[in-house]
């Protein structure tokens, strides 16, 4: 240094600088070291940053006012340093020779500039809006000009004049430009051209915001504003940065995966030879990524192992992810180092401060130099420390969008083996649970190597404070380490049993939730209610053995740095005598201490997440290497030939394990022809159809499918859509085709009846349609996708006959709307069978007979004998069906099929005054064409040929709505404002009142035992002033000792109580949700989606179960520490109460600002969760049907539109917790300020110990001040759960379902008796009457027909003797007992129902009830209304035993299960199977045909056998043979019952004792069959239309 500045001008003079009063830096110090330090730090950043900017170009800004200001300044600052240098080359002229300094400095300077200047413009040109670099390096040389700037002004005040006038003028002059260029640099440029800010509603104001906003989270603060003054909703949320968004991050992990996949695959095992497997063709999305053709796709040929050999290596995930996303991770764990290192400055300054304070006669600078220094640490290390936050969580919301995508992704390709080994729960699970740990693993993982790096700095700074006695402190580390490896590894373990119990709980829940009705129907809610509590007792175990070693460990790691502390002191006062535990050495070792408590806290929390999300890896892995469905497997060029579809040699499972489905296929189906396949029950019809789909496994054969496909499943799957887009499914409107399609699949009448016309929203699952219906906008969705080949898989089994017929004709038929284009019709109708070009007859897997109707017939074998059999009853109903259908002529002529006696149907529906309002008329004629699929209403549809030929009167496509289309589901509901105290109450009294004060007092107790600890500490550290440190040291060890221990007991203490307490409230909470949901009436479950329901059992009582108590535990760990550090400063240093005031009044002013947003946040994010997981369960139930019409990639966007919703709540919530804890801990380094200021102001009354003690707790406090915020914060987003499992535990049960008083004896009904006296019954308050006034008297033993039109009540007189409606006024008696006075379950358990597939009349009848009420409202008032419908009535069955199935109660013995099955013909199919009546039944029993679940209700019947039995008797998805099988069951083993069929085929209740005419809700007609024959009233009327009679 003396060569650059000479000999004149020393570098550092220490009576100058540190021993006075008014310090200085020398001259040579101020030009080398304080100018060049921002030159430095600009040249070394620079070539990393024009790399950065270079590689990521945001696009070009305009050249603004601003943008030249700075240029000219920092050219202007160029300018005053050459001066400078030219000044010093002309001293040097006139002989004045300077140091070399004063030529160097200029010259680095300027060159800095120049650079400076150079980065201002590449910057814009590279659309950089505010710039970090240059704000550090303008205000790095703006701190250290601040030196230069005094030192210059006392150099002139102590002097008469300014000597170098020059110099002095520059400096001033460069020092105001750089003050001007620093705050030039806090504003931001406009956003760059073109960029998408500018063209986005709400862009994320982050995109835009400077350096300093984006350092403090200043940019959230406009929307912390908008959420303290209201409530904040889904259209405050700002967009989604792009960069986070699934358009980008899905695709990222995609990539990786699949390289991972390609790897594994190629990594040959030494016995296995590889086979290459074809590349997907191209554009195809058939891989997991579902990539567009141009995108980075799997690799072109990727290599399989041939399945016999050895497995291959799984593909690591987790490399997967750490590729994907590990880089921008890294940069987070950059802040995090830089962070770690800052952290052990601040103990060292307090070992200044508490020397400074031990010293006398020192200057007073030093004192407060320290105190800011010591501040501006602090704030350094929140600045970083929340960046690195931000970077993790960012890194953990990008994981969690990638692996729900991957998953759903995953979802649409996976075989039927797989899809049976993960059920939609388990997946969801995988969505939810498993998909939210990755999230909270990132934020910590860091802590994996900053944790030993932290630990071992401080055990450094430990041994220069202590020695070689610090090694006894490590000794008790390392002696914890296995209790917490141990406890961990448990943990585990138990999280593993724990995610089992919980997955099999939600299953069996989505299951009862699915079958609710039939469990009310059977009265079997308490069988079902005991099973899901023997799980969750099982759950609640494992939780109470988790929370014993939670309180264990939480005991080990508070108690751990006390203990270190404590064996390291008193082994280094015991070692040698000389050594004094002073002040310093005490305070410092101990903030120390402190800051080894983190880290030591923090890695057993990691290992166990860590431990946790490798339980989840797992899981996720698994799924994710399932088989997919071989997309080759149906060849789908466009091959030129006569045949549309050809198998040959076909061979196909179900599973790779299972035996095959169907043997030797062969098939030719020619181009534009009409197929039939027939065949018993479960003889692989619909295999076969799947086979064609490719959803099968191909083990032989060729399969090849020429052109698009069009395919109608069985069971309708309808989307939560409007109607409109369930038949578009996609494709774009034609106004034209939509309306021939309407007309085709005879739907134009519904659309009139419906509230919103074709824009009604249609619930979960098709709720609020008939079973008709869906199956007619499913066969619309197929017709108007106007495919090559039609696969339709019974469609016609869910209508009446008479629809059935005019489909067949208007659509499947040969003069129908897809004639010419090639049909494969899987069906029962025999009356067909003559219509259609080639018939195949399925026989147990094999096509036995191919050929026409009249080479079958001739050919004499099993198709000729199963014709014989049911020829006679078939052609009845088609009688039935055509004596009831116009020509197509008369329909053109009589535009309007329903004269005026059409509202005598309905009549009771109009008011009885005499004058009815015009518009309730045409509603009642509009709903006179309901979906009553047994009348002639269909038949307003015209052919095809018609449709075009002329213009029909066209029906109101979307009618005008009062309020919002037909809303069906109501959206979910979220609370807004303030979590109300009441909850925090009822999960208080939950837990238990007495509990909750006890355990608040615990962690008042062991509080105070911690200060008291520290207290003693200060104390004895006092001692060394009075040299009294020998005499004491005993007792000065044994008091520390016991009061550390006792902090140690209490915290193990008040842990366990807490976590006992909280599983006793989860205990409670779940209990009371499960028995109301049992005992909630079937209407709510008719208008509230499964998934919200699933959503309280899943989501809420996991937060109930695991988060909550954490938090709770957490809040009280803080806000108790928090309260101790107050106490100690204020008793150390009083005058610091003066400062709490307006620090608090600043705390909570920010709190709540954070608070009321960061909870609404929460709650729109939780809300905007549940679509992502409806639409996911959705998804997989309809898979096949998305795959046969190619819609993958649709419903890929719509699930990553979901995920980005949800993911635009979740982001700013995250932000908030950011701004929050910059600014907590803002205040919190004040208290640190003002603590060390205090201490220096009265330094000369305080004893060392005491600032030590002071200073090291103000140090502790910031990290508790943000953390209590924090658990507040999460305590009122948690404590939500409680608030919505409440909700859901109070809604409106129905009647008791037992009363002591008044119980049946146990053999009622012994006759059978049913008496109707004057009964009446209304679906909801308010609406009209169904059933008006009726009173009828049944003997036991009767066989009772029910008969009547549409809407006449029938479905509502069954639904009454089960009180699933109860009564507006009358009774119904049963053998003498009013069944309104008995429990439910009394009366339920003695009727029998045998539901048919579909119940359609209860919900045609509601339907119109819906309609009239919602018009009546909608003429008084305009508020919307919703519909309630009675839910589809198809056999359900839940998975478990085909036992527990036909008695769930284990009442009945083997031998009556096994006759029930012998009479419901079972028997056989049963004892075939290797289980026997311990088959497993899957969810849903789909591994039963529909025939075979049909049957098993039948058994239920049979087993029940009680004296009433009510057939609700609608068309079944039943072959003729099983329909004929169960009518003769019933007629045999029913014969001493007293029967009521609802009936729509006439001929099956003609033999009965009388049937009831229904009529408007009123007995138009009871009587024997004959007499109301020969009394030729309605039911006569209904005969002969039926063809029955004359």
């Not at 701004?1219 to 009265?1242: K, T």
């Not at 029967?1539 to 408007?1560: E, G, P, Q, S």
Request: hydrophobic fraction near 45%; charged fraction near 20%; proline fraction near 4%.
């Amino acid at each position: 240094m003396e060569r650059l500045c000479g000999p004149e001008l020393p570098f550092w003079v220490a009576n100058q600088t540190i021993h006075t009063d008014r310090p200085d830096l020398p001259v040579c110090f101020q030009l080398s070291v304080l100018s060049w330090l921002p030159c430095i730090y600009l040249w070394a950043v620079s070539p990393v940053y024009l790399f950065f900017l270079h590689r990521n170009n945001k696009g070009y800004i305009m050249m603004s006012i601003m943008n030249r200001f700075k240029t000219v300044f920092g050219l202007a600052l160029w300018i005053v340093s050459w001066v400078d240098l030219f000044y010093t080359f002309h001293e040097l002229q006139q002989g004045h020779t300077q140091a070399p300094i004063y030529f160097v400095t200029p010259l680095v300077v300027g060159m800095t500039m120049l650079l400076a200047t150079f980065l201002i413009q590449f910057e814009r040109l590279h659309g950089v809006q505010s710039s970090g670099v240059l704000f550090i390096f303008w205000f790095l040389s703006l701190l250290c000009a601040i030196v230069p700037f005094r030192s210059k002004i006392l150099q002139a005040s102590s002097q008469s004049e300014v000597a170098d006038k020059l110099r002095f003028a520059t400096f001033y002059f460069y020092f105001s430009l750089v003050v001007f260029e620093l705050i030039l640099c806090c504003f931001n440029e406009k956003p760059p051209l073109f960029s998408s800010t500018v063209t986005d509603p709400n862009p994320c104001p982050e995109s835009t915001a400077g350096f300093l906003s984006t350092m403090t989270f200043w940019w959230f603060t406009s929307m912390a504003v908008k959420g303290y003054k209201m409530p904040l909703e889904a259209k405050d949320l700002w967009s989604l940065n792009k960069r986070d968004s699934s358009l980008l991050v899905v695709p990222q992990l995609l990539r990786e995966w699949e390289k991972e996949q390609a790897k594994a695959t190629r990594e040959p095992i030494p016995s296995s030879q590889a086979v290459y497997s074809k590349p997907p063709p191209e554009g195809a999305n058939n891989h997991v990524g579902g990539f567009a053709a141009d995108e980075s796709g799997p690799e072109e040929v990727e290599v399989l192992l041939s399945k016999q050999n050895a497995a291959p290596r799984q593909p690591s995930f987790l490399w997967a992810l750490v590729k994907a996303f590990g880089p921008y991770f890294l940069i987070g764990s950059a802040y995090k180092l830089l962070q770690d290192l800052i952290t052990f400055v601040n103990p060292q300054l307090l070992r200044l401060l508490i020397s400074f304070t031990e010293q006398k006669g020192v200057p007073e600078w030093w004192g407060y130099a320290l105190a800011f220094l010591m501040f501006f640490t602090a704030f350094l290390q929140t600045l970083i420390l929340h960046q690195h936050f931000q970077y993790c969580f960012v890194t953990g919301m990008r994981l969690r969008t990638a692996i729900i995508g991957a998953i759903y992704r995953k979802s649409l390709i996976i075989t039927n083996a797989a899809k049976r080994s993960s059920t939609v729960g388990e997946i969801v699970n995988l969505m939810s649970v498993d998909a939210q740990r990755f999230m909270d693993l990132t934020t910590f993982l860091n802590m994996l190597w900053s944790a030993p790096l932290q630990i071992i700095l401080a055990l450094y700074f430990l041994w220069q404070n202590l020695g070689p006695s610090v090694l006894a402190g490590v000794a008790v580390m390392v002696l914890l380490i296995p209790l917490n490896a141990a406890i961990a590894m448990k943990t585990r373990a138990y999280q593993v049993e724990q995610m089992q119990y919980k997955d099999a709980r939600i299953k069996l829940m989505s299951e009862i939730l699915n079958g609710i009705k039939v469990l009310k129907l059977y009265a079997w809610e308490n069988s079902f209610k005991e099973k899901v509590l023997a799980i969750r007792q099982k759950e609640l175990d494992v939780l109470r053995k988790t929370a014993y070693l939670g309180a264990l460990s939480t005991m080990a790691w508070t108690s751990a740095p006390f203990l270190v502390a404590l064996t390291t002191f008193a082994v280094y006062v015991t070692v040698d005598e000389n050594n004094v535990l002073d002040a310093e050495r005490a305070f410092v070792s101990l903030s120390l201490f402190n800051i080894l408590r983190f880290p030591l806290n923090m890695l057993p929390q990691v290992i166990s997440s860590i431990v946790q999300a490798s339980v989840s890896l797992k899981r996720i892995q698994h799924f994710l290497s399932h088989d997919e469905l071989n997309p080759d497997s149906v060849e789908r060029k466009n091959i030129s030939s006569d045949y549309s579809v050809t198998v040959v040699n076909g061979k196909f499972t179900w599973g790779k394990e299972d035996s095959p489905a169907l043997h030797n296929i062969n098939l030719m189906v020619s181009q534009g022809s009409l197929v039939a396949v027939v065949g018993h029950v479960g003889s692989g019809k619909s295999s076969l159809i799947a086979a064609l789909l490719g959803e099968m496994e191909k083990l032989e054969g060729d399969v090849a499918v020429r052109g698009s496909v069009a395919y109608v499943p069985q069971q309708a799957w309808i989307q939560n859509a409007t109607l409109r887009d369930n038949i578009l499914f996609g494709k774009p409107f034609n106004e034209q085709r939509y309306r021939c399609v309407l007309e085709a699949c005879a739907l134009t009448p519904d659309l009139e009846v419906l509230p919103g016309g074709d824009t009604t929203e249609i619930g979960e699952k098709g709720i609020n349609l008939s079973g008709g219906q869906r199956q007619r906008v499913s066969l619309a969705r197929a017709l108007y996708s106007e495919a090559d080949v039609y696969l339709l898989d019974d469609p016609l089994s869910a209508v009446d006959a008479n629809v059935a017929k005019h489909i067949f004709d208007n659509l499947i038929g040969p003069q129908g709307a897809l004639g010419g284009k090639t049909r494969i019709l899987v069906t029962h109708g025999i009356s067909f069978l003559p219509q259609v070009d080639n018939i195949v007859v399925v026989v147990e897997g094999r096509v036995t007979e191919m050929g026409s109707y009249q080479e079958l017939l001739k050919q004499n074998g099993a198709f000729a004998e199963f014709l014989r059999n049911y020829s006679i009853e078939d052609i009845i109903e088609e009688d039935e069906a055509t004596a009831t259908m116009p020509s197509v002529e008369d329909l053109i002529e009589d535009e309007e099929l329903f004269p005026e006696d059409a509202l005598s149907n309905h009549a009771d529906m109009v008011d009885n005054e005499p004058v009815v309002n015009e518009t309730k008329r045409q509603f009642i004629r509009q709903i006179s064409v309901i979906s009553g699929d047994s009348e002639a209403a269909r038949l307003r549809s015209v052919r095809r040929h018609v449709c075009t030929q002329r213009k029909h009167p066209e029906p109101p496509l979307e009618k005008k709505q009062p309020a919002g289309p037909g809303k069906l589901i109501q959206t979910e509901t979220s609370e807004t404002g303030r979590v109300k105290m009441k909850v925090f109450l009822e999960y208080a009294k939950a837990v238990g009142l007495l509990l909750s004060v006890i355990i608040c007092f615990l962690y008042g107790c062991q509080s105070a035992a911690a200060i008291g600890a520290n207290i003693w500490l200060s104390q004895w550290t006092n001692d060394a002033l009075q040299n009294q440190t020998q005499e004491r040291l005993n007792i000065r060890v044994g008091v520390y000792a016991a009061l550390g221990i006792a902090q140690g007991v209490l915290v193990m203490i008040s842990s366990f109580t807490l976590a006992m307490g909280n599983i006793g409230a989860a205990r409670k909470l779940h209990a009371n949700l499960l028995d109301n949901k049992f005992r909630t009436p079937q209407s709510f479950f008719d208008t509230t989606p499964i998934g919200r329901v699933i959503n309280r059992f899943s989501k809420d009582i996991y937060v109930i179960d695991e988060a909550l108590p954490s938090t709770v535990l957490m809040f009280l760990g803080t806000f108790f520490t928090s309260l101790s550090t107050m106490i100690v400063i204020v008793s150390s240093t009083p005058v610091f109460a003066v400062v709490i005031a307006p620090l608090a009044f600043i705390y909570i002013f920010v709190q709540r600002f954070y608070v009321a947003t960061s909870r609404q946040l929460k709650r729109l994010e939780s809300v905007s969760r549940s679509p992502i997981y409806s639409h996911f369960s959705e998804t997989v139930t309809g898979s096949s049907s998305i795959r046969a019409y190619n819609r993958h990639s649709a419903f890929v966007l719509m699930s990553d539109m979901r995920v980005d919703d949800n993911q635009k709540s979740y982001y700013p919530g995250i932000v908030s917790n950011r701004w929050l804890g910059v600014r907590i801990e803002f205040i919190g380094n004040c208290i640190v300020l003002f603590a060390a200021l205090f201490a220096v102001i009265g330094k000369d009354r305080l004893n060392p110990g005491l600032v030590g003690l002071s200073v090291s707790y103000a140090l502790l406090v910031t990290m508790s001040l943000n953390w209590m915020v924090r658990m507040t914060s999460d305590l009122e987003s948690n404590i939500v759960a409680v608030e919505r499992v409440k909700e859901y535990s109070e809604t409106k049960t129905e009647a008791p379902w037992e009363v002591e008083d008044k119980k049946p004896d146990s053999d009622w009904p012994s006759q059978g008796n049913v008496e109707f006296q004057d009964y009446s019954v209304r679906y909801r308050e308010g609406l009209d009457l169904v059933l008006r006034n009726l009173t009828l008297s049944v003997k036991g033993g009767e066989k009772i027909g029910i008969v009547g039109r549409t809407g006449a009540g029938k479905s509502s007189m069954t639904l009454c003797l089960f009180r699933l409606l109860e009564a507006a006024s009358g009774d119904i008696t049963i053998d003498g007992v009013k069944i309104s006075e008995i429990g439910l379950h009394d009366l339920r358990s003695k009727l029998t129902i045998i539901p048919q597939v579909t119940q359609r009349t209860a919900r045609q009848l509601q339907y119109i009830r819906r309609c009239v009420s919602k018009l009546e409202r909608n003429l008084k008032s305009s508020e919307s209304l919703y519909f309630v419908v009675v839910p589809q009535q198809e056999p359900v069955l839940f998975s478990g035993s085909l036992r527990m199935n036909l008695d769930p109660f284990g009442r009945y013995s083997d031998e009556e299960v096994w006759k029930a099955l012998e009479h419901s013909h079972l028997r056989k199919f049963v004892s075939n199977q290797p289980a026997s009546l311990e088959l497993e039944c899957s969810e849903g029993g789909e591994n039963l045909s529909v025939g075979q679940r049909q049957l098993l209700c039948l058994a239920r019947a049979l087993l029940r056998k009680t004296r009433i039995l009510i057939l609700d008797e609608a068309t079944a998805a039943i072959d003729l043979e099983t329909d004929d099988l169960i009518q003769s069951t019933i007629r045999t083993q029913f014969e001493d019952c007293t029967v009521f069929t609802i009936a729509h085929r006439l001929n099956t209740i003609m033999d009965y004792t009388r049937v009831l005419v229904l009529d408007k809700g009123q007995i138009a007609e009871f009587d024997t069959p004959s007499n109301l024959i020969s009394q030729r009233g309605i039911f006569y009327g209904m005969v002969k239309d039926a063809g029955l009679a004359q």
